[in-house]
T-cell receptor, first 123, second 114 residues
């Protein structure tokens, strides 16, 4: 079945450094990727939607300059947490929609394939 | 806006016990409802879904019924197995039908002991 590979699965960094998280669709083309964040005991929240070849769309309250998203190819989207601080410590998950039976992506009729998540701890 | 509230975990059960994980929602219109499962080291996978009131979604022995009158979509399984140990997320998709409109609950960690 379709797989989205997300790396790293776990990262610890010092405050002020930047961390890049990658999501790759291994056996399908992902023109869109969704990035989520989950703080402990809270809901999984959509942060942004990345689109191949164009700028990402950020949800309200998410800082564009802190969370840089790049979707350079049909199989790779990256999230870079810049100048990370302890409050950025969270679980980050990506997902990509794909069409049913390998067909085109259509509104309301897609299958979401999720990465396994990346747990970021900023010291 | 839309929201999903699910039972806080963690939940620990013995093998063959009955499982219920509660999920209630707030949404305008007629959302679709989902349960996702995340096994250790893997991505979330769709477990079951229901798209209209009174629909029952089922898969791998799990069931959930879309109850509009109580705005609930509780997950149940009659006899859990060790292999069911995972995190379970309740979610809804707004009326627009876009994947962007998925709203998740906070997840419930289930551990099944042999």
């Amino acid at each position: 079945g379709a797989v989205v590979s997300q790396h790293p699965s776990w990262v610890i960094c010092k405050s002020g450094t930047s961390v890049k998280i990658e999501c790759r669709s291994l056996d399908f083309q992902a023109t869109t990727m969704f990035w989520y964040r989950q703080f402990p005991k809270q809901s999984l929240m959509l942060m942004a939607t990345s689109n191949e070849g164009s700028k990402a769309t950020y949800e309200q309250g998410v800082e564009k300059d802190k969370f840089l998203i790049n979707h350079a190819s049909l199989t790779l989207s990256t999230l870079t947490v810049t100048s990370a601080h302890p409050e950025d410590s969270s679980f980050y998950i990506c997902s990509a929609p794909r069409g049913l039976a390998g067909g085109p992506v259509r509104s309301g009729a897609n299958v979401l394939t999720f990465g396994a998540g990346s747990r970021l701890t900023v010291l | 806006g839309d929201s999903v509230t699910q039972m806080e975990g963690p939940v620990t059960l013995s093998e063959e016990a009955f499982l219920t994980i509660n999920c209630t929602y707030t949404a305008t219109g007629y959302p679709s409802l989902f349960w996702y499962v995340q096994y250790p080291g893997e991505g979330l996978q769709l477990l079951l879904k229901a798209t209209k009131a009174d629909d029952k979604g089922s898969n791998k022995g799990f069931e959930a019924t879309y109850r509009k009158e109580t705005t609930s979509f509780h997950l149940e399984k009659g006899s859990v197995q060790v292999s069911d140990s995972a995190v379970y997320f309740c979610a809804l998709r707004g009326f627009s039908g876009s994947a962007r409109q998925l709203t998740f609950g906070s997840g419930t960690q289930l551990t099944v002991l042999p």
